[in-house]
């Protein structure tokens, strides 16, 4: 049985196009309908003009966002645009300008995407708008970015008792005011067979409660050895591979992504409107960041737990390839 297939916690996965509706997968599904069977009708009864969707991700250096004339049927050649479309951060000013780009999505669909160079920032507040050729602002949306969280690490206590070792370790993320949009959790090891390192996806997130000599910030309790068992059981060959960290990704969404009911529910989302921060138009454009941190276990707790720490050399490239990955390497205190 092989290694699941590596990821790289802080980095998207596949077809970037992807970003431009992750996480509003399921919103922009049920918007333009799940099937070809169904036709998607222009909306005639609104004075609205354009729908928008998308995320601006932190963690990238590109941001794209779908533009879909309302009058027009999303099927066919979607024909040119005649619109400029711009962003503003309104904390300082800056405008930035939006190239537009046909695209066809991996379903088929072609659509009109609007791409940009530029990193986000925290906590700042930008403005996206679609102006028509006069001038005139007709379409908009606001999105305030996520405040980035900050990761520490506790040593593992680790204990003895009649049915063999207890070892614990808590992972805490401050400047964090509710529960991630979502959670992802590995096991990274030095595979001698690639030569590289593998990242093990564990198929559970540890225990966790919001912090309570902490404010805003939630406590992840790591169980060493349970997670010991889990490796054991689902993925053996990491047996005799270097341990070379554990790590976390926590996915934050701005807070405007808060769907009726607190659900996304296909049907409710496909109602035009439902789910909507968009201003002389249709849909959602949110701000997105991933997270990541990855820590090192003390050699002798390793050992404890029948790992091979890693040598010297592949430290220091162990923390070159996390440099490299925009992940945190987290030094446990």
Known sequence: MPYPVPFRPNTPRGNPLRRVIAPLLLVIAAVVGTGCEEAVYPIIETDRRY?????????????????????????????????????????NGKEYAWRDSVVTFPDGLVGHVFVTQKRIESLHRYRLEILEPDGEVVTWA?????????????????ATSPQGYVALQRLQWADLPKYPFEVTYWYRFFSYRGNRFVDVAMPHVPGNAKSLD?????DFVVDLVADRSVLDEEYPQWRGDPLAGIGMTVTLL?????PPGGKFDREVLSEPGTFNNVEGGFGFVGSVGRFSAEWVLPDSTARVLGYNPLGGALRALHAQTLTAEGTELVTVR
């Open 254 to 258: 701005d807070d405007a992504f808060v």
């Open 142 to 158: 606001e999105t305030t970015v996520p405040l980035r969280p900050r990761a520490t690490v506790a040593r593992p206590t680790v």
């Open 51 to 91: 729908s928008v969707y998308g995320t601006l991700d932190m963690n990238s250096d590109r941001q794209m966002v779908r533009v879909i004339p309302i009058r027009e049927t999303i099927f066919g050649d979607p024909g040119e645009l005649n619109v400029e479309v711009r962003s503003i951060d309104l904390q």
């Open 214 to 218: 902490v404010a805003n910030a939630w």
